[in-house]
């Protein structure tokens, strides 16, 4: 475990979050990020602090196909007590059928909804952010989706909507609780604004008036516990959703369940210890994967992540992004001076990749009618791709 200091003035401990039938002590949730939360990184994480950890986003079409990858993905690992699966999908039959599947097969205690995918492949074609705009969509989606789970918690993770002049949060949050969401997840942000600028933590705030049936929960912009707790202050969310600020920091999910607890300290791991859990993560790659060469080449991605702020020179940061295999990557981290101290602020803050604001891909004449076009329906059947959306 990373090395802390522990702080003084003790916040008030939080209540326990509640979804449907789960109780979860801290009320945290990991974002779904594609090729990062897979099994893994949420071991990892769960290794350091409690809460609900997501899998990665899978396409409802690919599960309803049993495609070899869906299958992986939706694996979990026995340690993992609470088996949490993101959906993704624009067909209301697609999605309805890959929850029963999950649900018959008994693969899953929680399954969440994605209407936050931002990336342009998605929504030019109406999915993602862009989909609850056809507000009526949205709600055929949802619905089914409840009724399919039955007695397994089904919650929805959203964006504001298209742009600032195309909202759609209010709206769908409603929807989303009439039609029997067990939990409602906000970023706040436009899909317009994909991961730039500065969540507008506001509407989270908003929603959290609107919907008063199901737990709300913030999401963007979580660096650090202390952001965690001014969210929930500042917009009395109900739990939190942290994506980016976890990258290469699985410790930040102590950080959180210890502030959540009463307690305020702070993980400051040394060079040392952050060698070692960059070493346990490469390991649960190759387990995941079944093959040494495949995981040591997904390690490579999280090099920069995990080293931020460390004096770790160029020319070993670039052999570790190219690591062969264990065997090399243990010579290559013997070289660290694992008595560095942590680095203080440079190794905190924004991480990942943010992009600037652009203008959403949208279908031809989207934004004329709320009301979906028939024509549309054949459309929205390709924006059923792989991609991290929220």
């Known amino acids: 475990m990373a090395m802390t200091t522990t702080l003084s003035s003790p916040r008030l401990q939080a209540e326990p979050l509640r979804i449907g039938p789960l109780r979860l002590d801290s009320p945290v949730v990991l974002a779904p990020m594609a090729g990062i939360t897979n099994t893994a990184f949420r071991r990892l994480c769960r290794e350091y602090g409690a809460g609900l950890y997501v899998s990665e986003m899978i ?23 609470t088996r949490s699966i993101q959906l993704y999908g ?23 909804l994605n209407f936050g995918c931002p990336v342009p492949k998605v929504t ?57 969401v067990s939990s409602i997840a906000l970023h706040a942000r436009t899909a317009s604004e994909f991961y730039s600028g500065h969540a507008d933590w ?12 199901v737990p709300v929960l913030g ?61 346990r993560h490469a390991e649960l790659l190759v387990e995941f994967f079944g093959d040494e060469d495949r995981g040591c080449r997904d390690i490579r991605k999280h090099v920069a992540w995990y080293f931020k702020g460390y004096p770790v020179g160029g020319d070993l940061r670039a052999a570790l992004a190219t690591v062969p295999n264990l065997e090399v ?26 992009g600037s604001p652009k203008r959403p ?27 991290s959306g929220g």
């Open 329 to 354: 990557l243990d010579e290559l981290l013997a070289t660290l001076d694992g008595d560095l101290p942590y680095p203080g602020e440079g190794a905190e803050g924004p991480r990942g990749r943010a």
């Open 124 to 180: 030019r074609k109406g999915g993602g952010a862009a989909l609850p705009w056809k507000l009526g969509l949205f709600r055929e989606i949802v619905e089914r989706a409840v009724r399919a789970a039955g007695d397994i918690p089904l919650t929805v993770k959203m964006r504001k909507g298209i742009d600032s002049d195309h909202l759609t949060y209010l709206e769908a949050g409603r929807a989303a609780e009439g039609a029997g």
């Open 219 to 279: 999401n963007g912009d979580i660096w650090s516990a202390a952001d965690a707790l001014r969210m929930v202050d500042e917009t009395g969310c109900d739990g939190v959703v942290v994506g980016r600020g976890c990258l290469g920091r699985p410790w930040l999910f102590g950080d959180l369940a210890a502030a959540f607890r009463g307690e305020e300290h702070h993980a400051q791991p040394s060079l040392g210890e952050v060698a070692r859990a960059f070493r």
């Open 90 to 112: 624009v067909e209301p039959n697609t999605v309805a059928e890959a929850v029963t599947m999950l649900v018959a097969e008994d693969r899953a205690d929680h399954i969440d």
């Open 361 to 387: 891909a949208l279908p031809d004449r989207w934004l004329e009618s709320r009301d979906l076009d028939a024509g549309f329906r054949e459309e929205l059947a390709a924006a059923e791709l792989h991609h």
């Open 59 to 81: 396409t409802s079409r690919a599960l309803v196909e049993r495609t070899p990858e869906s299958m992986r993905l939706i694996t979990h690992h026995e340690s993992e007590t």
């Open 202 to 213: 506001s509407a989270i705030a908003k929603l959290k008036e609107t919907i008063t049936g």
